[in-house]
């Protein structure tokens, strides 16, 4: 099992940037994709970063050039740094570990609230 909780969600002008945290405990050698999504109201959650244990990085288009995801010791520590914020950004921002054993169920965290507003 592997726990994951997510950090530094906050309220932030159009602009902006927020840098979004994510630890991981547990069986984390058992992970070997981590990512986030994203869940906007009235809307479905969504793809927005990840990367692989190996450190190769894929982001959703419409963070592209804004958004960088990163990671240090293993898969201890998830980051998501976000500049040049969109109030279209505005969501529950989750953690996701995907397990290299394909029995096992995605980990997810339980979210943290980012909203851009002026």
């Known amino acids: 099992q592997v726990q994951l909780v997510e950090s530094g969600g906050g309220l932030v002008q159009p602009g902006g940037s927020l840098r979004l945290s994510c630890a991981a405990t547990?069986?984390?050698?058992?992970?070997?994709?981590m990512a986030w999504y994203r869940q906007a109201p009235g809307k479905q959650r969504e793809f927005v970063a990840a990367?692989?244990?190996?450190?190769?990085?894929d982001y959703a288009a419409s963070v592209v050039g804004r958004f960088t995801i990163s990671k240090e010791n293993a898969n201890n520590w998830l980051y998501l740094q976000m500049n040049n914020l969109k109030p279209e950004d505005t969501a529950v921002y989750y953690c996701?570990?995907?397990?290299?054993?394909?029995?096992?169920?995605?980990?997810w965290g339980q979210g943290t609230q980012v909203s851009v507003s002026a």
């Open positions: 990367v692989t244990r190996g450190g190769s990085t």
């Open positions: 547990g069986n984390i050698f058992s992970v070997k994709v």
């Open positions: 996701k570990g995907e397990s290299m054993r394909p029995e096992d169920d995605d980990y």
